[in-house]
């Protein structure tokens, strides 16, 4: 309820994606905040596959 629909869109703007042509593909750091805001929408926070 603390954020606007585009300040919660640039919060998790900032969570970095890796891509490498044969590698599968890699999250960078996600934030405490970050956790706490996927969770509290209802969906699982982004881990990076390995």
Same mark, same amino acid.
Do not use: H, W
């Given at each position: 309820?603390?954020? +606007?629909? =585009?300040? !919660? !869109?640039?919060?998790?703007?900032?969570?970095?994606?890796?891509? =490498?042509?044969?590698?599968?593909?890699? *999250?960078?750091?996600? +934030?405490?905040?970050?956790?706490? !805001?996927?969770?509290?929408?209802? *969906? $699982?926070?982004? +881990? $990076? !596959?390995?």
């Amino acid at each position: 309820k603390k954020y +606007t629909m =585009q300040g !919660l !869109l640039d919060e998790f703007d900032i969570i970095e994606c890796f891509e =490498q042509p044969g590698a599968q593909i890699r *999250i960078g750091e996600v +934030t405490k905040r970050q956790k706490a !805001l996927y969770e509290n929408i209802g *969906i $699982s926070p982004p +881990t $990076s !596959l390995q």
